[in-house]
Every structure is written in structure tokens, then in C-alpha cells.
């Protein structure tokens, strides 16, 4: 199961998680980094490991904010946020674990929240 | 450049309804600048964010529309809000690097004529800088904000992946600066102007996005700004709403707009 899980999230993310030199500077980098069980590093060599249910099951991955403050100044072009990216979307696939529904909107509204903030977190947390 | 000043327009969602000013001020000052703008018709919402997912097909195709729609009038094709720009600059480099996704791309569209990546898009900063001139756009400012500190909030979205984007220097840009100044300003410029506000974590976690976009705006505030602009309906919310400063936010275009003489006092908000 892990090695098919770990085929389907590097195929997903196009990442070649092998060119990760662990010079942590993603997860330095992160501004989600406090709020975070596992953090952009943790990611990438969880994932190489192949150790990737955790990841599945944390909320790290609903804290990703596709900043791309990873992707771009990671070194080694290893790009750290489609790999959560690819994990985030593995674990929303799964029936019955969208990570939103849309009843949960109506509580969330106020008069001033742009359409925008709605949209994007479907795209991020459902599927 | 394409067909001298016409240009295919996106506004997006949310410039229809929460960010009314983004898009108008846009417009009227594009029109003041010679520059028109036509919206396609029929588009669709581009989504608010990039899926990078290579298995992901469907969750693209909007984007698609867009930029095809533009191909098709023989436009490039303009967008304003931070978020839109992301997804179509994204979805056009990848479609025009990944066979395999364009193949699949336009295989489910069923396109008569394939599409590979061919329209140009710029962001409205980008038009004023790289089609208009900020040495025009000065020249034809009638009410330079003179005195004015302003800090410019580039976000995330402007500027990266920066591969993608192809808009500045993602660490150190000028885009914004240089546009502050031609409309006769003073740049302000701080360290956690190109990092995160929080996004969309507003929805169902405040206390980060206070976190995020405090830090922004204290540290706007500490390099002796006045006010803020943005690009971007949700850094707009986020830097408002979540920040708890209370060093004001625009949208560029309104003062663009100012700086044009096309500001009614008496709009609506």
C-alpha cells in the first residue's frame, strides 16, 4: 500500500524528493511553520521514506497556505508545496474525508469575506 | 505588442462583488490611459487556487477558457486580482511545458485548435509598466499623492512561483515601488512585504490569520507607512479585518484613480 501511496504522491507532485539536500530552509521559510505537527521537510523525507499515512491523517496538511515561499527558495528545486499539495489531495479523495462541507459556510460568512477566500478553500479542502 | 491597445479583461469573482473598487478604478483609469478593455463573455470563477497536482485536469480548465478566449480575439489578456493571475499565469506555463497535460487538457475540450500556452498575460501592474510606461502613466497623473507613504503589499500571489509568474524579482521587487512613485509617492519598504497574510486559513483558523497579517502590517507601520496597498481581495480582508492595525488598506487602482483625477468623493462603496 505505502509503495503504491508513494508511486501516486510523486507522480502527483512531479517532485523528485531525492534532490532534498535536508537544508530545512522550507520549513524556515514557512509561515505556517508554528501551527504545523509536520512541517515542509518532514514532508518531503516522509514522503522519500515512503512513510506517508501520518501525513495522510495530520492537520499540517490543512495549514498549508500555497504561499510558495517553499517553492521558490528551496535550493534544490525539490518544491515542497506540491508534495504537501499531492498528499493534501490523496487524503481529500478519500470517500467521505472532504475536509469542508458546505454547510460549515453559512457559520464562516461575514459581510466583507470575498467570494475568493470561499472558492479557494474548496479547491484546497475538498474534492 | 498585441493589437495596439485592446486587450482581453478577467475581472473574476470576486471583483463583481466584494471588490467592486479593484475593478472599476481599473477600468476607468485603463479607458484615461487610452488602454481598452474587453471582458470575455460567459467566463468562469478561475477557481481562487492552482491545483499543481499533475493528476489534476478538470480543476484547470477554466483557466483554460480564459486564455483561449483571449487567443481567440487576438488579445493578450489582462487580469487585476493577485488570485486569478496566480491561476492563469500557472495553468498557461504548465500547459505550455507538460505535453501530457495538454494533451489531456485538450482532449477533454474536445478544442478544434489545440491550446499550448500561446496568449501573453499580464497582470494590470505589468500593463502599466511594460505596455503603458510608468514614465507615461507619470505624465499623465493630474493629482500626484503627494506626501503620501505608502507601502506596497506584493503577498504571495504576485510574485510566485516566481517561474511562472515571470513578474519581478521575487525577492527583491520594484514593481509596486516603481508604480507608488509615478503617481507621485513615496515607496515604503518593509521586510514582510512579499510574505503570506494567511489567505484563505480566515475561514476556519482566525488566530493564524491574525498572526499572518499583524506581522504584515506592524511591519509596514514600523518602516513609517501610512497606508497599504494591495492587489489582492483577500490580503484586502486579511490585513482589514484579521490585523488589528489600523493603518488603512487600498486596492492600487483606487489610487491610481486618485492620481488621475477620476475619483468621485461621493462613490458608494
Not at chain 2, 2 to 18: D, H, I, M, Q, S
Not at chain 2, 56 to 72: F, G, N, Q, Y
Not at chain 2, 178 to 196: L, W
Not at chain 2, 231 to 239: D, F, I, Q, T
Request: with cysteine.
Amino acid at each position: 500500500m505505502s509503495d503504491k501511496l508513494k508511486e501516486q504522491i510523486l507522480r502527483s507532485s512531479g517532485s523528485n524528493v531525492l534532490k532534498c539536500m535536508r537544508c530545512g530552509k522550507c520549513s524556515a521559510t514557512c509561515p505556517s511553520y508554528d501551527e504545523m505537527e509536520y512541517h515542509p521537510h518532514q514532508f518531503v523525507y516522509m514522503v522519500e521514506k515512503g512513510d506517508i499515512e501520518k501525513l495522510m491523517s495530520s492537520e499540517s496538511l490543512y495549514k498549508c497556505l500555497t504561499c510558495f515561499a517553499c517553492v521558490d527558495r528551496c535550493p534544490r528545486g525539490v518544491e515542497p508545496a506540491k508534495v504537501v499539495e499531492a498528499v493534501r489531495l490523496a487524503a481529500v479523495r478519500r470517500q467521505g474525508n472532504n475536509h469542508l462541507a458546505p454547510t460549515d459556510i453559512p457559520g464562516m460568512l461575514d459581510d466583507d469575506l470575498p467570494q475568493q477566500a470561499i472558492v479557494t478553500a474548496f479547491r484546497k479542502y475538498t474534492k | 505588442m498585441e493589437n495596439n491597445a485592446v486587450f482581453t479583461y478577467y475581472p473574476g469573482c470576486t471583483l463583481r462583488t466584494k471588490a467592486k473598487d479593484l475593478d472599476a478604478y481599473a477600468r476607468a483609469s485603463a479607458e484615461a490611459l487610452g488602454i481598452t478593455l474587453v471582458e470575455p463573455e460567459n467566463w468562469q470563477c478561475c477557481g481562487g487556487a492552482y491545483t499543481t497536482a499533475k493528476d489534476e485536469i478538470a480543476t484547470k480548465l477554466s483557466a483554460v477558457r480564459t486564455l483561449m478566449a483571449a487567443r481567440d480575439s487576438g488579445n493578450a489578456l489582462v487580469t487585476v486580482c493577485s488570485a486569478c493571475h496566480n491561476v492563469i499565469k500557472q495553468t498557461n506555463y504548465d500547459i505550455s511545458r507538460d505535453e501530457d497535460m495538454a494533451r489531456k487538457v485538450n482532449s477533454y475540450m474536445q478544442n478544434d485548435a489545440p491550446y499550448t500556452g500561446e496568449t501573453t498575460v499580464y497582470h494590470y501592474l505589468e500593463l502599466l509598466r511594460d505596455v503603458i510606461g510608468f514614465d507615461k502613466l507619470k505624465a499623465a497623473v493630474v493629482n500626484p499623492l503627494k506626501g503620501r507613504k505608502i507601502a506596497a503589499y506584493y503577498g504571495c500571489l504576485l510574485l510566485r512561483p516566481s517561474k511562472a509568474l515571470a513578474m519581478d524579482d521575487p525577492e527583491n521587487p520594484t514593481i509596486m515601488e516603481d508604480f507608488i512613485r509615478a503617481i507621485g509617492a513615496e515607496p515604503v519598504i518593509y521586510a514582510q512585504r512579499n510574505e503570506c497574510c494567511g489567505g484563505y486559513i480566515t475561514m476556519e483558523d482566525k488566530a493564524q490569520a491574525s498572526k499572518r497579517s499583524a506581522s504584515v502590517m506592524d511591519s509596514a507601520k514600523d518602516m513609517g507607512a501610512d497606508m497599504v496597498i494591495t492587489a489582492c481581495p483577500l490580503c484586502l480582508y486579511n490585513l482589514k479585518k484579521n490585523s488589528g492595525s489600523e493603518l488603512p488598506v487600498y486596492y492600487f487602482t483606487e489610487l491610481l484613480a486618485e492620481a488621475l483625477g477620476l475619483k468621485k468623493e461621493d462613490t458608494d462603496e
